[in-house]
C-alpha cells in the first residue's frame, strides 16, 4: 500500500483571536467499497479515511465524519480562531483503527 | 406486417418509458428515502427550513470524482451534506467549536452524476436550514 502522508498548511504567525485558514490534505486511496476488481470481478473491500479532527492545545476545533463520497486523498479547509501561542494537532482515522496525525505550532505575537 | 406511424410512434415512446423507469429503479442508487432519513436522523427529527446556508459548487464538473464544494452557515453547530445521486448519499458532517473561525469548509467530493447537493446545519439553538444545489457531472465519479 501507498504510504498515508498527511500535509498540512498552517500559517507559523499570528496575531491575537486572528481568524487563519487552515488546508490540510492526506494520501489515501479512500476506497469506496462500490468498485469491483476489473480481473476476478470481486467487490473491493472498503477502506477510507472515516474522520478527521483538529484540535488546538487540548481543545476541539474542527471535527469531520467522512464518508465514501469524499474524493480519494481528501483534502479539508476550515477557519480557525487562534487565542494563544500554541499547537494544533491533526488526526485522521482509517477504517482499520490506524490513526495518522501532526503537529503545527503557531506563534501568536 | 405494416407499421403505420402512429404504432411506431406509440412503439418509440413505450420504448422510451421502459427505458426511463428501468434507470429510475436501478438499485444501487440512492433513494430519496434514504436522503430524508439521513437528515432527519442528523437533526434528530426537526424538519430543516429555510436560512443563510450557502453552497458553492461549480455549476458544471467534469470530473466526478473530485468535485470541490464549500459549505458554509454561520451560526451553525454542525453542517451535513448529501449527494442525493450517490449509491449512499452520505458525503460528509463538520462539527464546529467555539475556536472554529467561521461555520465554513471546503472539501473534494466523488458525484456518481448530475445530481443535486444538499446540505443540513444544525444550528446552535436546535433548528435546521437547509439549502441544495445542482451540478452537472460529465465523467462520474464512484468508478464500477
Known amino acids: 500500500m501507498a504510504k498515508v502522508k498527511p500535509r498540512v498548511k498552517v500559517p507559523k504567525k499570528a496575531s491575537p483571536n486572528e481568524v487563519v485558514t487552515i488546508k490540510t490534505l492526506i494520501s489515501h486511496p479512500m476506497e469506496s467499497g462500490q468498485r469491483k476488481d476489473k480481473k476476478t470481478g470481486e467487490i473491493i473491500p472498503r ?63 | 406486417m405494416t407499421v403505420t406511424r402512429r404504432e411506431a410512434l406509440g412503439l418509440a415512446v413505450g420504448g422510451v418509458a421502459a427505458l426511463t423507469t428501468l434507470r429510475f429503479s436501478a438499485p444501487a442508487l440512492a433513494t430519496g428515502n434514504a436522503v430524508e ?50 449509491p449512499s448519499p452520505g458525503v460528509a458532517t463538520f462539527h464546529f467549536s467555539a475556536l472554529s473561525g467561521a461555520q465554513e469548509a471546503k472539501t473534494r467530493i466523488r458525484l456518481a452524476k448530475t445530481q443535486d447537493i444538499i446540505a443540513v446545519a444544525k444550528m446552535q439553538d436546535g433548528s435546521a436550514i437547509t439549502t441544495k444545489r445542482s451540478v452537472k457531472v460529465t465523467i462520474g465519479g464512484c468508478g464500477g
Not at chain 1, 488546538?56 to 480562531?81: C, H, K, L, T, W
Not at chain 2, 427529527?45 to 466526478?64: H, L, M, S
Open chain 1, 47 to 109: 477502506k477510507i479515511i472515516n474522520k478527521f479532527s483538529a484540535s488546538f492545545n487540548g481543545e476541539p476545533v474542527f471535527m469531520a465524519d467522512i464518508e465514501p463520497s469524499v474524493s480519494a486523498n481528501p483534502y479539508i479547509e476550515f477557519q480557525m480562531r487562534v487565542p494563544e501561542s500554541g499547537a494544533v494537532r491533526f488526526e485522521w482515522t482509517d477504517d482499520d483503527g490506524s490513526v495518522y496525525d501532526l503537529e503545527k505550532k503557531i506563534k501568536v505575537a
Open chain 2, 37 to 86: 432519513e439521513a437528515i432527519m436522523k442528523f437533526t434528530g427529527g426537526v424538519k430543516p427550513g429555510e436560512g443563510d446556508i450557502t453552497i458553492g459548487a461549480p455549476e458544471i464538473a467534469e470530473n466526478g470524482n473530485t468535485v470541490p464544494i464549500d459549505v458554509s452557515a454561520p451560526g451553525a453547530a454542525s453542517i451535513m451534506l448529501l449527494a442525493a445521486g450517490n
